[in-house]
């Protein structure tokens, strides 16, 4: 396997994270390498915010060494038009969003790889569009209109310690990889999925890799019933659990940066 492979393959999740200093260098490193992702037309339509400050990254949600927090942003390529004389238009305003959230997350994930080779570790959250939003903005002063905290990317070197990652799950047959033409899962392929979820050496969601204990058939029963809040359709659950909408706001926050229209 050659070193690029070798720095995907050993890419995890890591939520605890040491004392020890990025060193300036190495972070620009990081930065100067994920500008380099493809990007629609070389518009980057983004902007990554460096945050440094501890408090400012435990108001976010998380903390590590260094925070990234990874923007779809048109505020750039609008004042630069308007700077040479021309009228931005935002007409495409979903497709805008779409397009410029490629840019971004691609840059974002760029971001992990750079870190990766060179031995910094990452977490990836949208914690960003837990609760309050505006906190977001308020904290990083980001432009109110056509611009959205997308993603943010923890950084740090991990407290080995601490890890509690084991494994790497991921499916990679039927129903993700479709070769030649989209393949809807039938039943038996569907029950194949389940097992391969329940596989101890997957190890799939590493925060609730307790499951097994509490008393489930799958781990799936699990995800589904206790992090996603579904409900069984016979209804046995149907007075008991409730799903808890976690991000009640970032429909309303699209709409009042510009991306989504009032309906
Ligand atoms: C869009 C996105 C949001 C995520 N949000 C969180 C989060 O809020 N908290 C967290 O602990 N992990 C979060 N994760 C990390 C995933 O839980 C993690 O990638 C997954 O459990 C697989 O673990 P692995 O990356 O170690 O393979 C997020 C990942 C992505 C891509």
Known sequence: MNETLKTIESLRTVRSFSERDIPDEKLSRILNSCVKAASASARQTYSIIVVDDK?????????????????????????????????????????DFVTGSTDTVLAAQTAAIAAKSLG????????????????????????EKYCFPLIALILGYADESKLKTTGKGRLSGPGVIHYGKYHRLKEEEINNIVLEYDAVEKHYLSLIAGWRDKGYGHYLDYFYEVWCGFLKRDGENETKRKIQDQYPEVEKVLVKAGFLREM
Request: aromatic share 14%; glycine share 6%; net charge negative.
């Open 55 to 95: 408090s400012v990254m435990k108001e976010i949600g998380y903390t590590g060494n260094k925070m990234l927090v990874f923007c779809v942003d048109y505020n750039r390529i609008a004042d630069t038009a308007e700077f040479l004389g021309y009228q931005f238009s935002y007409q495409e305003a979903v497709s």
């Open 120 to 143: 910094i570790d990452s977490l990836f959250t949208n914690c960003l569009h837990r609760g309050n939003i505006d906190r977001i903005y308020k904290l990083l002063n980001l432009a």
